[in-house]
C-alpha cells in the first residue's frame, strides 16, 4: 500500500478530512486539480456545529484569527431563511452561530493544519480514474510531470458537486437542479445613495428601499445598508450554467436588480461578488467497497449558509473510521454507520433547505401571508430552537437510545448545559479520539474506560447541573453513551462496555 487513504478534492471537506486523518495517524494523501489554492469568493465563513467541534479540538481560536486578526467578534446570531432573518438573539443558547471568514482564507488554514499534521497535500494533480478489489483501491493520477498510479486502503471523493469519484464509483445523484441564479453582493454606498438608521435605502428618483427582502413576480431582491456598506441580494429564474471561477461584474447585479425590481439601483465598487445555481441532491449511497463520498460530492443544498458546515461534519465522522478500520481496531459495520448517519443529517438539511425555496419563492399576497405567518411562529423559543438546531446540523434524527435522550445527538452547549465556547470543554477532543467525559468523579467509569487506552481518553470535567454523570463523545462531537444522573454500577458498567465495544472495539488491555 502506497498510503492508508487518497483523499479527491482540497475543498474545505478534503482538506478537514485529511487534517483529521493525518492527526489519526494515517499516512494520507491529498490530491487537488488546481494547481493553486482558489480565491473564488463562496462561503462567507463557519455556520453551525462544526464551531463547537473546532472548539472541542481547542482550534476555534486559530480560524478566528485567520479571519482578520484576532478577536474578530462573532457576528449576531441573525440568519437568512427562505428570503427571512431568524433572530436567535432572543435565545440563552443560540443553537445556531457563525463566524465570518472567507473561503479562500478557511482553506488556507484547513491546508496549514492538514499540512502540519503530516498529510501530503499536491496541488496539480488530478485523479483520473480508479479501480479496486478485495484488498486495495488504486487511483490514477494525472501531475504535472506525467501519469502515476497510487495504492490506497480507501479513497474519499470530496471533489465537489460534479464529483468524477462519484461516477467513477457509478454511484447515482439523484434530485432536482432549480433553474433559479441567486446574486450576493456587497458593494461601497454610492454617494447618491442614503443609507437610513434601519438598513433602508433612500435612492433618489425611486424612494424608500425597505432592509430585507422583497418578493416580487420575477425575483426575490434584498438590500441591507448596515456595517457601511451596501448588500445586495437578487433570485430569478434563469437556466444559465455559470463558471464558479468566473467572477459575477457590478453591470451583471444591476441587470438582475433591475429585471426583478424593475429599478436602476446605483451600486459602488464591488467589495464581495457571488452568484449561485442551486440543486437538491443527495448520493444513493455514501459509500462503495473502499471510495466513500463527502462533502458536495455527496449531497448538494438548495439554500446557502450550511455546505460548509455539512462537509466538515462528514469529514469528522469519517476520519477515525477510517482510521479505526487501517489500525485494524474497527468493529464490523463501524464504516457502515458512516453513509447512515451522514445521509440521515444531510435528509434533515434537505429538508429545511427545500422548504426556503419554497417560502423564499412565494409571491404575491399568498406568499406575503406565509412568510409573515412563519416569522409569527419562530417568535416563540420552541420553534425558533428546533429551526437552529436544523439550520447548525445538530438536528440528526431519532436518538439512537431509549436509554438517554443525548445519545446519537451532538454535544452541543444545550446538551452539555454549558456556555458557547465554555473553557473547561476548550481542546476536550484535541487528540481527535473518543473521550470518556466524566462529569461527577466516577472512578468505577473511568477505570473501565481505561481498558481502551491508547483508543479513548479519560477526561474528568465539573460542570453545574451535569445533564448526565459521565458521556461517552466519539471524535466528531457526537455522544455514543451517556450515565444517567447517579445511575447505579450495575447497570451503567455494562452499558459502557457495550457502547465502548460497539464504537471502539475490543478492549485494548
Ligand atoms: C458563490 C457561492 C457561495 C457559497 N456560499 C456558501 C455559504 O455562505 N456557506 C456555505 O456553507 N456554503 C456556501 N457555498 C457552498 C460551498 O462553497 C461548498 O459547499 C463547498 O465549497 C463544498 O466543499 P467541498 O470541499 O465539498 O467541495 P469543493 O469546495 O467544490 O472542492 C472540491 C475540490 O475538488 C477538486 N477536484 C475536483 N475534481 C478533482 C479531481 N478529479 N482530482 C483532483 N481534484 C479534483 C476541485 O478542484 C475542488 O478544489 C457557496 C458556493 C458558491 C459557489
Redesign the pocket.
Known amino acids: 500500500m502506497d498510503v492508508d487513504v487518497v483523499v ?9 478530512l485529511a487534517g483529521e486523518l493525518a492527526q489519526a495517524g494515517m499516512r494520507t494523501l491529498l ?4 494547481p493553486e489554492p ?1 480565491e ?8 453551525g456545529q462544526i464551531l463547537q467541534l473546532l472548539h472541542y479540538r481547542g482550534e476555534l481560536d486559530r480560524f478566528r484569527e485567520a479571519c482578520n486578526g484576532p478577536a474578530r467578534p462573532e457576528p449576531a446570531p441573525r440568519f437568512p431563511f427562505g428570503g427571512l432573518h431568524l433572530d436567535f438573539t432572543q435565545l440563552e443558547h443560540p443553537p445556531m452561530r457563525a463566524m465570518l471568514l472567507p ?1 479562500p482564507r478557511l ?1 488556507g488554514v484547513l491546508a496549514e493544519r492538514a499540512i502540519e499534521r503530516g498529510a501530503d497535500v499536491r496541488r496539480g ?4 480514474t480508479l479501480h479496486q478489489d478485495v484488498d486495495a483501491v488504486t487511483v490514477e ?1 494525472r501531475g504535472p510531470d506525467g501519469p502515476y498510479e497510487v495504492a490506497a486502503h480507501f479513497l474519499v471523493g ?8 462519484r461516477d467513477l464509483a457509478g454511484i447515482p445523484f439523484p434530485g432536482t437542479s432549480l433553474p433559479e441564479i441567486e446574486r ?1 453582493a456587497s458593494v461601497t454606498v454610492p454617494d447618491s445613495v442614503t443609507v437610513l438608521d434601519d438598513g433602508s435605502l433612500d435612492v433618489p428618483g425611486v424612494g424608500k428601499i425597505p432592509f430585507g427582502y422583497t418578493a416580487t413576480e420575477r425575483g426575490v431582491f434584498a438590500c441591507s445598508g448596515l456595517g457601511g456598506t451596501m448588500g445586495v441580494y437578487t433570485a430569478e429564474v434563469e437556466a444559465t450554467e455559470y463558471d ?1 471561477d468566473v467572477p459575477m461584474t457590478v453591470a451583471e447585479l444591476s441587470a438582475s436588480v433591475s429585471r426583478v425590481l424593475g429599478i436602476d439601483l446605483p451600486l459602488g465598487e464591488p467589495l464581495r461578488m ?3 445555481g442551486y440543486s437538491a441532491r443527495q448520493a444513493d449511497a455514501y459509500r462503495d467497497g473502499r471510495v466513500f463520498l ?5 449531497h ?2 438548495p439554500a ?8 466538515m461534519l462528514d469529514a469528522a465522522n469519517l476520519a477515525w473510521k477510517l482510521a479505526g478500520s487501517v489500525h485494524g481496531w474497527a468493529p464490523p459495520g463501524l464504516l457502515d454507520t458512516y453513509s447512515d448517519e451522514r445521509r440521515a443529517a444531510a435528509e434533515r438539511t434537505l429538508l429545511h433547505t427545500r422548504a426556503q425555496v419554497a417560502l423564499r419563492r412565494g409571491y404575491g399576497p399568498g406568499g406575503d401571508a406565509l412568510r409573515a405567518l412563519f416569522l409569527e411562529l419562530t417568535a416563540d423559543e420552541q420553534p425558533l430552537r428546533r429551526l437552529g438546531a436544523l439550520m447548525a446540523g445538530t438536528d440528526v434524527g431519532a436518538p439512537m437510545s431509549e436509554a438517554h435522550p443525548l445519545v446519537g445527538t451532538f454535544a452541543t452547549d444545550r446538551a452539555l448545559h454549558v456556555d458557547h465556547e465554555d473553557p473547561r470543554l476548550a481542546g476536550v477532543l484535541r487528540k481527535g479520539r473518543p473521550v470518556l467525559l466524566d462529569l461527577t468523579d466516577r472512578t468505577d467509569l473511568r477505570e473501565l474506560a481505561g481498558q481502551w487506552d491508547g483508543r479513548v481518553d479519560v477526561v474528568s470535567a465539573t460542570i453545574d447541573e451535569p445533564p448526565a454523570d459521565a458521556l461517552l463523545i466519539r471524535p466528531d462531537a457526537s455522544i455514543a453513551w451517556a450515565a444517567t444522573v447517579d445511575e447505579p454500577d450495575e447497570t451503567a458498567l455494562p452499558a459502557l462496555r457495550e457502547a465502548l465495544t460497539t464504537w471502539f472495539g475490543a478492549p485494548s488491555t
Open positions: 479527491v478534492g482540497a475543498g474545505p471537506t478534503g482538506l478537514m490530491l487537488e486539480r488546481r482558489s473564488t469568493a463562496k462561503a462567507g465563513g463557519l455556520a473561503q482553506e494533480h488530478e485523479a483520473v493520477v470530496c471533489d465537489g458537486g460534479r464529483s468524477r469519484v450576493l464558479d457571488t452568484r449561485f463527502a462533502g458536495d460530492a455527496a448538494l443544498f446557502g449558509g450550511v455546505a460548509v458546515n455539512a462537509g
